[in-house]
């Protein structure tokens, strides 16, 4: 068993990231529906990008397209071999947890070419700005929301503060973009939260007080 489960992780470590999205293992009812959603998804976070040009708009909607299906294919197919591992009862636990974390480095590997190939074909028709605009699409635009909270919290950041705050989210939303549902998207920025306060308390920032006093502004905010 243990053979077979590493010859069933070597072979998706080898097999094109195209022909993984094709296997994705859904009826054909249920993959139109799939496509439908990621589809206006991907539209809805298009148009915020203020594209003129009708090729540049389209180009960058199936780039969205492609990737989202291609991302849910790969999360399935690991998902569905890390199952099969904690369901299998002729391994040992310390051969389970090897199986699983040769699962995790492929998936960290193959979402990275992902990724990669995503940024390098939407970069030849966008801007940085543009860019940025379209990973908060992907991300719920928590990287904006939660930098503008640390600053409402924090009135008194320094400039050197808030740019290292940015840099943590800005390096979340990377990791953000690929995860598999909103729940993991959330729980990457939430990582990064916990950077966060932990180089803010290093700077002698008391984070549970001023935690307090903020909410306190925004309830005397709420009644007046």
Same mark, same amino acid.
């Given at each position: 068993?243990?053979?077979?489960?590493?010859?069933?992780?070597?072979?998706?470590?080898?097999?094109?990231?195209?022909?993984?999205?094709?296997?994705?293992?859904?009826?054909?009812?249920? !993959?139109?529906?799939?496509?439908?959603?990621?589809? !206006?998804?991907?539209?809805?976070?298009?148009?915020?990008?203020?594209?003129?040009?009708?090729?540049?708009?389209?180009? #960058?909607?199936?780039?969205?397209?492609?990737?989202?299906?291609?991302?849910? =294919?790969?999360?399935?197919?690991?998902?569905?071999?890390?199952?099969?591992?904690?369901?299998?009862?002729?391994?040992?636990?310390?051969?389970?947890?090897?199986?699983?974390?040769?699962? &995790?480095?492929?998936?960290?590997?193959?979402?990275?070419?992902?990724?990669?190939?995503?940024?390098?074909?939407?970069?030849? #028709?966008?801007?940085?700005?543009?860019?940025?605009?379209?990973?908060?699409?992907?991300?719920?635009?928590?990287?904006?929301?939660?930098?503008?909270?640390?600053?409402?919290?924090?009135?008194?950041?320094?400039?050197?503060?808030?740019?290292?705050?940015?840099?943590?989210?800005? &390096?979340?939303?990377?990791? =953000?973009?690929?995860?598999?549902?909103?729940?993991?998207?959330?729980?990457?920025?939430?990582?990064?939260?916990?950077?966060?306060?932990?180089?803010?308390?290093?700077?002698?920032?008391?984070?549970?007080?001023?935690? !307090?006093?903020?909410?306190?502004?925004?309830?005397?905010?709420?009644?007046?």
């Amino acid at each position: 068993m243990k053979l077979i489960l590493l010859i069933c992780i070597g072979t998706l470590m080898s097999t094109p990231l195209a022909a993984i999205a094709q296997n994705k293992p859904d009826t054909d009812s249920a !993959q139109k529906a799939y496509q439908k959603v990621i589809t !206006q998804r991907s539209n809805k976070i298009v148009l915020g990008l203020n594209i003129a040009d009708s090729v540049v708009f389209y180009k #960058v909607q199936n780039a969205l397209v492609g990737q989202y299906s291609h991302l849910s =294919a790969l999360h399935d197919s690991l998902n569905g071999l890390v199952k099969t591992i904690k369901t299998t009862t002729t391994i040992t636990k310390e051969q389970m947890a090897t199986s699983i974390l040769q699962i &995790e480095n492929t998936r960290t590997e193959k979402l990275q070419i992902l990724h990669q190939q995503f940024i390098a074909n939407i970069s030849s #028709v966008l801007s940085a700005s543009q860019i940025a605009q379209l990973k908060d699409g992907m991300t719920y635009s928590i990287l904006p929301i939660t930098l503008k909270a640390y600053e409402d919290m924090l009135p008194n950041l320094t400039a050197e503060q808030k740019s290292q705050i940015n840099t943590y989210l800005t &390096e979340a939303r990377e990791f =953000a973009m690929d995860a598999e549902s909103s729940e993991k998207k959330h729980a990457w920025f939430g990582k990064y939260k916990g950077k966060i306060n932990n180089y803010l308390s290093a700077a002698g920032i008391d984070m549970k007080k001023a935690g !307090q006093e903020w909410e306190e502004r925004r309830k005397a905010k709420k009644t007046t």
